[in-house]
């Protein structure tokens, strides 16, 4: 008979492990279920032959001194991986004939760069710049967003300082709304900079990006924040994190899918139901769960409509991600590529889309000496892909690797007999790896609906149940999926009257 456990936290991305770290360094018994035979999720990695490569997410913020991976790794009393700061921190090629923009990390050259790239836009970015600061102090003192409880609506209104109130009426605004109150509306070279830009870290483009998000990820790259690049892969930062959580008693099944929440007739608890290696299905049990799977999923594992009020079932079947990928994961020998090869690169282009690629460095353990990874990525509509046929399927698979290979040949003037290796992962290929709806990345979309007080809360109507991950405040990225979890974990310790603190 398995024991009571005191929380349940199901799905082993950086969302879930973080929760799960966090509370069991707290005392409390902890089961993390991962359905895949690894952790990590959408931060994963795998391998092909000698070379290794990043499923998704390619870049960390977060790691610098306050920054919110920095602050969870000393909490919790571990290393925090290692990386090497990235400067530039990203390179945005419009695909125009013009010089390509330069995401500098020192203010004062980003600030150089974008005067001669963008001429008249800096009232833009002083507008821009000034917000930042008031979502920094804000973010610091972790306020917890949506508000549901007094308890909420405490935590948050001593997070607020007179520049947050200044804010205020700017919450329903866009990025786009911010050119034009700065006047630089007919830029429309600015314009496609912010669309590529914010499409990486919102979903969406400008004229959908909630202006309070928008304004503080546009100075993610510059100090004192940064990008980092991880040596070894994304895979170590789920390492640390499994590393804390094991050593303070938490359990990891690998393997073990969640089927069926159920409350206990007494309300006391949950029941898991979970499918084990071999098919097996075992029941688990715990006082309180905590869910970083996409919350769309909630409602396939929640059945009993008694367990979850009928307007929120609704509104979760309602909800839609914006964006799946297209990856295409090459390697080639180091010479020849580019002798100021970028790390990260950004290019616009029309078919299939507009490329991010990411370019392992020497020596950061991806490839042998001499040789690079090479990841490029391309958002698409999640829709169409599980049901095509297969012979239609892998048809369109070869098409789009050739064309995406196409792309990166133009992009770092590579021959076509450069490869070493290339293969391509799709919406269908992402929905088998991660277990997401129809393959989607990314949460919901930073759209002023959707953003800050207007979300989904991390404390939903359902009791003992608490949820953290892309799709909840403050939004995507390894960063902000951990901010979530500290919030869901901050909630959860309240309601045990008990204080979670995490010093800034």
């Known amino acids: 008979m398995e024991p009571v456990q005191d929380v349940i936290v199901i799905g082993g991305g950086i969302a879930g492990l973080t929760a799960a770290a966090l509370l069991a360094h707290e005392g409390l018994s902890v089961t993390l279920l991962e359905a895949h035979h690894q952790l990590g999720g959408c931060a994963g990695t795998f391998r092909r032959g000698p070379f290794t490569f990043d499923v998704g997410a390619t870049q960390v913020a977060g790691l610098e001194p306050g920054g919110s991976h920095a602050r969870l790794f000393q909490h919790l009393d571990i290393q925090p991986p290692e990386a090497e700061r990235l400067d530039p921190g990203c390179v945005v090629d419009l695909n125009d004939g013009s010089p390509p923009v330069h995401l500098w990390h020192d203010p004062q050259r980003w600030r150089q760069e974008r005067c001669q790239q963008f001429p008249g836009s800096e009232r833009f970015w002083q507008l821009c710049s000034w917000i930042h600061r008031q979502n920094w102090q804000f973010a610091a003192a972790d306020p917890v967003l949506p508000m549901r409880t007094g308890w909420d609506l405490r935590r948050t209104l001593a997070a607020l300082t007179p520049g947050n109130l200044a804010c205020a009426p700017l919450s329903l605004l866009t990025v786009s709304d911010l050119l034009t109150l700065s006047g630089c509306a007919g830029d429309q070279r600015l314009r496609r900079f912010l669309d590529l830009q914010l499409r990486l870290y919102s979903q969406q483009p400008s004229d959908h990006t909630a202006a309070l998000y928008g304004a503080t990820v546009l100075q993610m790259c510059q100090a004192p924040l940064g990008l980092w690049h991880l ?8 390492d640390q994190l499994a590393t804390a959580l094991e050593r303070d008693g938490g359990r990891v099944f690998l393997r073990h899918r969640a089927l069926k929440l159920e409350r206990d007739g007494d309300q006391s608890g949950w029941s898991v139901t979970v499918e084990a290696p ?45 964006s799946g990928a297209i990856v295409f994961y090459g390697a080639v020998e180091r010479h020849h590529l580019p002798d100021e090869c970028p790390g990260h690169l950004q290019r616009d282009g029309h078919s299939p889309g507009s490329l991010f690629l990411s370019i392992s460095t020497d020596g950061d353990g991806r490839a042998p000496a001499g040789q690079a990874t090479v990841i490029a990525s391309v958002f698409t509509s999640p829709e169409g892909w599980q049901d095509m046929d297969e012979k239609a399927y892998q048809q369109r698979k070869r098409e789009l690797r050739d064309s995406i290979r196409q ?18 992962a799709t919406p269908r290929g992402f929905a088998h790896w991660t277990g997401r709806p129809d393959g989607v990345v990314g949460g919901l ?26 799709s909840i405040h403050p939004g995507e990225g390894t960063a902000g999926v951990s901010l979530s979890a500290l919030m869901a974990c901050r909630q959860l310790m309240a309601a045990r009257d008990l204080t979670l603190t995490v010093a800034a």
């Open 278 to 322: 071999g098919r097996e299905q075992r029941c688990l049990q715990a006082s309180e769960i905590i869910c970083s799977l996409p919350p769309q999923c909630l409602p396939g594992l929640i059945p009993d409509r008694e367990q979850m009020p009928d307007t929120y079932r609704k509104h979760l079947n309602s909800l839609k991600a914006p």
């Open 231 to 238: 040596h070894g892969s994304m895979q170590s930062l789920s």
């Open 407 to 424: 792309d990166v040949n133009a992009a770092l003037k590579l021959p076509d007999d450069a490869w070493l290796h290339q293969e391509l």
């Open 445 to 470: 979309g930073q759209s002023p609906d959707r953003f800050g007080p207007f979300g989904l809360a991390s404390r939903p109507p359902i009791p003992q149940l608490w949820l953290c991950g892309d």
